[in-house]
């Protein structure tokens, strides 16, 4: 509340004040809804599935330094070349892949 109260009276200060300082409260006042509704939503949870080859939960993934996409680490594998270099199956980026080092 201390931020919203401080965020409130800089606006009026910027502000002409009057009907705009009005204007400038109520504006952060729906900002600030907003961002409470958004985090009340659900949580995404992230898959480790290869979305290649489709297992769901592999050993070992890796990670494509171009675009940032997963793949499991055989697929990735199988789909570079000697300089393991790789044209990623999602984007299309010419790019080489990292082990990914997961933690449970």
């Known amino acids: 509340e201390t ?11 910027q ?5 705009s300082c009005a204007k400038s409260i109520e504006l952060t006042s729906e900002i600030i809804e907003s961002q409470n509704n958004r985090q009340s939503l659900p949580r995404r949870t992230r898959s480790r599935r290869c979305h290649i ?8 993934r890796a990670v494509f330094t171009a675009c940032g996409h997963c793949a499991c ?14 044209c990623c199956p999602f984007c299309r980026a010419r ?10």
């Open 3 to 13: 931020i919203v109260r401080f965020q409130r009276e800089m606006l009026c200060q």
């Open 15 to 19: 502000s002409s004040g009057g009907e």
């Open 53 to 60: 080859c489709f297992i769901e939960n592999p050993l070992y």
């Open 73 to 86: 680490l055989a697929c990735a594998l199988q789909m570079s070349d000697a300089k393991n270099l790789l």
């Open 95 to 104: 790019t080489q892949f990292v082990k990914l080092i997961e933690s449970v």
